[in-house]
């Protein structure tokens, strides 16, 4: 099931507007404050299954309230929102207890995937979290097609959207096939927050599905 009870802790008003019409389309309706001080009321008199939380508020930093909202309500699960998405931002979120970190401007289906990562409608059938990322990726296809011998396939972009203990999610413009083998290669830096990923995946391609100019994968760890 989807969470009864939701926070959304952002000044933006934009990015208020955004979240609470895709969560109004899922019959989710959240409560809605601006500041640090309104955000602690609210836990201290409620009890959230999700909080959405931005990192720089008009009276207080989001990361530094982390702590303070765990320890007052330590089911409550927090989403860190900001564009300050640096490795760095990233380690201090999740350290500091954060179950994912949404990197502003985020699409629907990010907002989506947090609702399934965190709730999902069935529980048994993920036991794994799956966190949310924009992380750059450089692909290789192994064993290619022979249609695709004149093809540079050892260097392609890519960018991990998410990643559990058993597989990842990737948007690449190369259009992967159902059943190929990738091996993929974590940018400096990016690994170790995720506690994850080696610097090198090797995975197969479960799903693909095209998405604007470019698609979407799902893959699947290789032993």
């Not at 931002?89 to 502003?104: C, D, I, N, S, V």
């Not at 699409?107 to 990322?133: M, T, W, Y």
């Not at 690449?172 to 927050?193: F, K, N």
Request: with cysteine.
């Amino acid at each position: 099931m989807y969470p009864e009870k939701l926070l959304i802790v952002d000044n933006d008003s934009l990015i208020c507007w955004a979240l609470q019409r895709e969560l109004l389309s899922l019959n989710i309706v959240p409560c809605v404050v601006e500041t640090a001080t309104d955000t602690l009321v609210e836990v201290r008199n409620n009890s959230y299954d999700l909080i959405f939380l931005d990192i720089h508020l008009p009276d207080g930093n989001g990361i530094e309230l982390l702590e303070e909202i765990n320890r007052i309500s330590p089911d409550s699960k927090i989403v860190i929102m900001s564009s300050d998405a640096t490795p760095q931002t990233r380690l201090r979120a999740y350290a500091g207890g954060a179950f994912q970190f949404l990197e502003k401007p985020f699409e629907r289906d990010e907002i989506h995937n947090v609702l399934r990562s965190a709730f999902g409608r069935d529980p048994q059938r993920r036991k794994h979290p799956r966190f949310l990322c924009r992380i750059p990726l450089r692909l290789s296809i192994v064993a290619p097609a022979p249609e695709e011998a004149d093809c540079d396939l050892d260097n392609l972009r890519a960018t991990l959207a998410d990643v559990g203990a058993g597989g990842l999610r990737l948007r690449t413009e190369y259009p992967l096939r159902e059943g190929q083998s990738i091996r993929a290669r974590v940018a400096a830096g990016y690994a170790p927050i995720l506690d994850l990923l080696p610097p090198q995946i090797q995975a197969e391609v479960v799903w693909v599905a095209p998405v604007k100019d470019c698609v979407t994968a799902g893959l699947k760890f290789l032993n």
